[in-house]
């Protein structure tokens, strides 16, 4: 139960600073004085769109790894029918 709300805290982490990440992007680009700070407005949106693909990535890692045949469930809601 502990390991299952610890995965479920680190997607939420992740999707939450990708989101922080694109917002910030978005502000700095939008509030842009010279090409840097549009440079780094889009680089900073990028890598926020990056790390929001990566908790979506460990999502379904995650829910193919608690199907997996042949192991047995962590937790009893999760057993195949």
């Known amino acids: 139960?502990?390991?299952?709300?610890?995965?479920?805290?680190?997607?939420?982490?992740?999707?939450l600073m990708a989101v922080a990440q694109m917002f910030g992007g978005i502000v700095v680009f939008l509030?842009?004085?010279?090409?840097?700070?549009?440079i780094l407005g889009a680089t900073a949106f990028g890598f926020g769109a990056?790390?929001?693909?990566l908790a979506?990535?460990?999502?379904?890692?995650?829910?193919?790894?608690?199907?997996?045949p042949g192991q047995q469930a962590a937790?009893?809601?999760e057993q195949r029918p």
């Not at 139960?1 to 999707?15: S, T």
């Not at 990056?50 to 693909?53: F, G, M, P, R």
Request: charged share 30%; glycine share 0%; net charge positive.
């Open 50 to 53: 990056c790390c929001l693909a």
């Open 56 to 68: 979506s990535i460990i999502d379904v890692l995650q829910r193919q790894h608690r199907l997996m």
């Open 31 to 38: 509030d842009s004085k010279s090409a840097i700070h549009e």
């Open 75 to 77: 937790h009893p809601k």
């Open 1 to 15: 139960m502990v390991q299952r709300w610890r995965e479920e805290l680190m997607k939420m982490l992740i999707a």
